[in-house]
């Protein structure tokens, strides 16, 4: 397996990257509250259209920016439970990884093809499982 990934860096740190994102998706899938968090997004669209008819009022635009924050928290906070599981297998994974790579061609640039991979991965997870 070590020789196959040597042999072929740039397809696997691509297949880890997908198979990490993937496991972040399944994460969050299973532990968000996707109908909580669809509605706070909800809320946030329509107080930033609000937000565009009262930029003359500043006053009003203040305290819909305000209103705009809380929701921005409360959505951070729902992400942050599926962080706290997923940041620990993710950093030992990192550390084996990079450990993994270092005798090969891609030494410098394994981080840039695993976040490409990564990018594409959450993307194209986050539409088949139906995450916010």
Known sequence: MIELIQQYPRIAIIVMALIVSFFVSLVNYFVLDKDKMRETKAK??????EAKKH???PERLMEINKEIMGHSM???RHSFKP???TIVPIIIFFSFMRGLFVQTEIVKTWIWWYLGGSIVGSILFRKVLKLP
């Open 44 to 49: 946030q669209k329509a107080l930033q259209e």
């Open 55 to 57: 930029r003359d009022n």
């Open 74 to 76: 409360e959505m951070m």
């Open 83 to 85: 962080m706290l599981i």
